[in-house]
């Protein structure tokens, strides 16, 4: 098959959870198919990662966008407002990115165009080739968590108004689709409130077990470990809880406690925190595995989320034992107390992980059986074969039709 996938980020180096999942699929379609790629230039390294993508054999092309992405200033809000779209997907209109769409459509042949979630999902276009809408989460969902968890009346008042951007936006942009992919049941359940007669297809996030492998040689005793982009406002909001509800609470059974929080663009209040004893903030690093590797206990304490969190199944594949809050779990239907521990109060969080630490044996069991259910169900080589049969799955129902 012909596949153009537009995505307004190049998905390599694979720096964050949207970007380890398209980077992924993408390695997965071009084994079967020919694919053409199209992204925005949003970061310096982009240029590189699309000639990383070029030698996977994609056709990878990137628009230039200037001197940087429009900031999220008052002119975006007006633009959001007036074209009547998220502030976040109104950052990325951006007309030489329509362009370059529109001349690759008129020059080539496509048998399915693939947008990576409403950001790229705003240039739809009624173009003849079926289109899939892939999500890696249900947006209004995140938005709703997050005026629930804040106190303050102005930022509950903005997470509240794209709260119902996002609701309108899942409405009215999934309809207009083919098929939408979503990463869990959940998900599914909650999109199909909004678009009931949409067709949609589970294609879940997932972990290459063969570069994800367990070293425990490199394990050190009473340490933790978050990953994640950390201007990421639910990770901010997930490692600040941890600082203050449940860490307090682990070291004082466990005095030399440290907790690596992994991830770039550390937000001031978490670079703030590395000034506390036994806290390590570390900003983007090179290679994530050998900090998940020094990890006794691997910590989600989310409270704000959506989708399936592919950090959870990167540090199942290393072996580790994982105590995660429900939201953190969400979607991927692990075993409490055998593939994962779930605890969402923080005395109850607290003393799984002081029990973890003390107790060898039981997180070396807990990471097994972890590491063989990732084997199992989240090996991204059976992820893709998921996502190539739903577009088979497309194109020959568009066929139907048009006999």
């Given at each position: 098959m012909r596949i153009?996938?537009?995505?307004?980020t190049v998905p390599f180096p694979p720096t964050d959870g949207g970007r380890i999942r398209v980077l992924n699929l993408l390695k997965q379609i071009a084994k079967k198919n020919q694919v053409t790629f199209l992204s925005l230039e949003t970061t310096p390294t982009d240029d590189e990662g699309i000639e990383y993508l070029r030698?996977?054999?994609?056709?990878?092309?990137?628009?230039?966008?200037?001197?940087?992405?429009?900031?999220?200033?008052?002119r975006t809000?007006?633009?959001?407002?007036?074209?009547?779209?998220?502030?976040?997907?109104?950052?990325?209109?951006?007309?030489?990115?329509?362009?370059?769409f529109h001349s690759l459509l008129q020059n080539n042949t496509f048998d399915l165009i693939h947008y990576a979630m409403f950001h790229a999902a705003q240039y739809h276009v009624n173009t003849h080739p079926p289109t899939l809408l892939s999500q890696h989460n249900v947006d209004s969902?995140?938005?709703?968590?997050?005026?629930?968890?804040?106190?303050?009346?102005?930022?509950?008042?903005?997470f509240?108004?794209?709260?119902?951007?996002?609701?309108?936006?899942?409405r009215v942009m999934s309809?207009?689709?083919?098929?939408?992919?979503?990463?869990?049941?959940?998900?599914?359940?909650?999109?199909?409130?909004?678009?009931?007669?949409?067709?949609?297809?589970?294609?879940?996030?997932?972990?290459?077990?063969?570069?994800?492998?367990?070293?425990p040689a490199l394990e050190e005793e009473a340490t933790l470990?978050?990953?994640?982009?950390?201007d990421w406002q639910p990770n901010e909001d997930a490692v600040l809880y941890f600082a203050e509800e449940i860490f307090p609470r682990v070291q004082a059974n466990h005095p030399d406690l440290r907790f690596y929080v992994v991830g770039k663009s550390p937000t001031p209040r978490v670079q703030k925190l590395a000034q506390r004893p036994g806290f390590i903030v570390t900003g983007g690093v090179e290679d994530i595995k050998p900090y998940i590797a020094r990890a006794a206990v691997y910590v989600v304490p989310l409270r704000i989320g959506g989708g399936t969190r592919l950090k959870i199944l990167e540090a199942l594949a290393m072996e580790k034992a994982v105590v995660s809050t429900s939201v953190g779990e969400e979607g991927l239907n692990l075993v409490h107390g055998e593939e994962i521990m779930i605890a969402d109060e923080p005395v109850h969080f607290a003393d799984i992980v002081s029990r973890l630490i003390t107790d060898k044996q039981m997180r070396q069991r807990i990471g097994r059986r972890g590491r063989r259910r990732v084997e199992a169900d989240y090996d991204w080589k059976q992820i893709g074969g998921k996502l190539q049969r739903l577009y088979e799955g497309i194109t020959k129902r568009q066929g139907k039709t048009r006999m």
């Open positions: 153009l996938y537009l995505s307004v030698r996977l054999g994609i056709d990878a092309h990137l628009v230039p966008l200037g001197p940087s992405l429009p900031p999220l200033d008052l809000v007006a633009r959001s407002f007036f074209k009547r779209k998220p502030i976040t997907v109104a950052r990325y209109d951006l007309p030489a990115f329509g362009r370059k969902r995140i938005w709703q968590r997050l005026c629930e968890q804040t106190a303050n009346p102005l930022r509950r008042f903005i509240w108004t794209q709260k119902r951007a996002f609701e309108r936006y899942e309809s207009r689709f083919d098929a939408v992919a979503v990463v869990s049941e959940i998900d599914r359940a909650l999109l199909r409130e909004h678009c009931p007669d949409l067709t949609i297809g589970v294609v879940p996030n997932g972990v290459d077990i063969e570069l994800y492998q367990p070293n470990i978050y990953t994640g982009s950390m």
